[in-house]
């Protein structure tokens, strides 16, 4: 189912530097060949830090909210059936929480699951929008590692929130189901999380290996939701349909992932020292962290490369979370069962997608050299973009499950531009401009996250009963406009590349 603040991880130059481009462009070269820890000044604490202690337990949380998935659009479809059935007939009672009944899948019930549903997120992700910087301030400025405990507790107490309705739902209703997403946004959301440990990548990885390390990422993440999902269903139906029971898997785990946040070391102290402390209006501001985008000069790229860069991942990241699964629930009679070995499949192919065939073609085409390494991301992430393009159509015009399943079994091949897209956001500009960069985009995701579940839900909620593919053809509207995004930005030659770099092709 993508930083740091604004301003905080920009690097004191010193006067001679400041006033002598040619000393600051070499240290950048040296900067963008060495992890972003830095050689000189590193503790032995700091040399313990690994890519692998942030990527790792992406695999726990994504398995974590994964395995719950299917059996939360199962569980709030049950619980809104019940209240529109109390409301239609005067019957207080409760059906029964087993597989979702057919006269519970009809469209007006859909379209009162897909309004909720929109509420919620809107809570999760219009929260996370406003307190992004401000937990990318305090993992740029204090602690990586603590902003991935908050998030991780954030999901824990969303998961825990969802327990508490299904048990005490006669006494406080639905009330729970949006605390609980509020609880998540207001500590730091899934934003958050990926400003934490993208920058904890960033800070252990060399330029030429951050592009695998995001791909491991990817892929970790993806694993989790493959192995999530599969558990999920096995556990439905080991259990009669208890719905409850890949709940309480998930809390289980995320406790023993804040306690491995809580002990590994942390990647960067330096920056505490570097940064001034702002006023909590400036590290809440989303306006000033979004400048940014414009405002840094690229060292690879024309002047509105990162800007056009940025977009294509705010268009995406927008039609990235489609309602799928209400559509086939509406349409091809699924249930949570069928949609857990659905989001199983689908994540082990973009499994493999990242395993084998990302590193493939990193191997085969990625050439030494900045330039070209640049060169081969920017084309990966035209690649992806297309993708994307191909799989929100073709599900438009589907008329069955099996041409359902064709078009997001290609479309799963749009994975591929994940990895490019987030290494050009961290290799388009200097080192010192990184944390900016990926504050700036943390703040974009929140937002892109929350149009894509508010405003698709909402969008899907009121087109439905009349034409429920609408929503795909929006998002595949939007695809189009960034892959024409991603196509116009390309590389500025210069003299020093076209010496010192391999090119692959005219970007």
């Known amino acids: 189912m993508q930083a740091s603040s604004s301003a905080d991880l920009a690097t004191l130059v010193s006067p001679e530097e400041e006033n002598n481009p040619t000393i600051r462009h070499g240290k950048d070269d040296l900067d963008e060949q060495t992890p972003l820890l830095g050689r000189q000044d590193r503790t032995k604490k700091k040399r313990q830090a690994s890519e692998w202690y942030a990527i790792i337990p992406l695999f726990f949380i994504m398995f974590s909210a994964a395995a719950f998935y299917p059996a939360q659009l199962q569980f709030y479809t049950e619980i809104f059936c019940r209240r529109y059935y109390d409301t239609e007939l005067e019957d207080h009672g409760l059906l029964d929480q087993g597989e979702i009944p057919n006269n519970c899948s009809i469209p007006e019930i859909q379209e ?28 740029d400025s204090k602690s990586r590692k603590r902003v991935m405990v908050t998030s991780s507790l954030g999901l824990f107490l969303l998961l825990a929130c969802n327990a508490a309705t299904a048990h005490l739902y006669q006494y406080v209703g639905i009330s729970l189901l949006f605390i609980g997403p509020f609880l998540r946004g207001l500590l730091a959301g899934d934003s958050g999380l990926m400003v934490a440990v993208q920058a904890y990548i960033s800070d252990c990885t060399t330029v030429a290996k951050r592009t695998t390390a995001f791909g491991y990422m990817m892929a970790s993440m993806l694993c989790g939701v493959m192995v999530g999902a599969n558990a999920s269903s096995i556990i439905i139906k080991a259990t009669n349909g208890n719905l409850m029971s890949p709940l309480y898997m998930g809390c289980s785990i995320l406790i023993f992932v804040m306690i491995f946040f809580a002990v590994i070391p942390e990647s960067e102290h330096d920056t505490t020292q570097q940064h001034k402390q702002k006023p909590f209006l400036d590290q809440i501001n ?40 209400l559509y086939a629930m509406l349409e091809f009679g699924w249930t949570a069962y069928e949609g857990g070995y659905y989001i199983s499949f689908m994540s082990f192919l973009r499994f493999l997608q990242m395993m084998v065939i990302f590193p493939l073609l990193t191997k085969l085409f990625m050439k030494s050299g900045e330039v070209a390494q640049w060169k081969f991301n920017i084309w990966v992430a035209r690649v992806g973009a ?17 041409e359902f399943m064709l078009a997001t079994i290609i479309g799963s091949f749009s994975i591929l531009g994940q990895p490019a897209i987030r290494t050009l956001l961290t290799t388009t500009v200097a080192p010192e401009d990184v944390g900016q960069v990926l504050s700036a985009m943390a703040v974009l995701d929140a937002l892109a996250w929350l149009i894509a579940q508010f405003g698709l839900n909402a969008l899907y909620g009121a087109t439905v009963t009349f034409m429920p593919s609408m929503t795909f053809v929006v998002c595949g509207s939007v695809g189009i406009t960034a892959l024409l ?13 076209n010496n010192n770099d391999q090119v692959v092709v005219n970007a």
Do not use: D
């Open 112 to 139: 009162g699951v897909a309004a909720a549903t929109a509420v919620i997120q809107l809570l999760n992700y219009g929260t996370t929008f406003f307190t992004v910087s401000y937990y990318g301030h305090i993992a």
């Open 286 to 325: 989303v306006y000033k962290s979004i400048q940014q985008l414009i405002a840094i000069k690229p060292i690879h790229g024309r002047r509105y490369t990162l800007p056009l860069i940025a977009l294509a991942q705010f268009l995406m990241a927008v039609m990235a979370m489609p309602p799928i699964l």
């Open 386 to 402: 297309f993708f994307e393009v191909v799989v929100m159509f073709g599900i438009a015009v589907s008329s069955n499950a099996p």
């Open 485 to 497: 995004a991603i196509l116009l930005a390309r590389h500025q030659p210069t003299q020093s590349s």
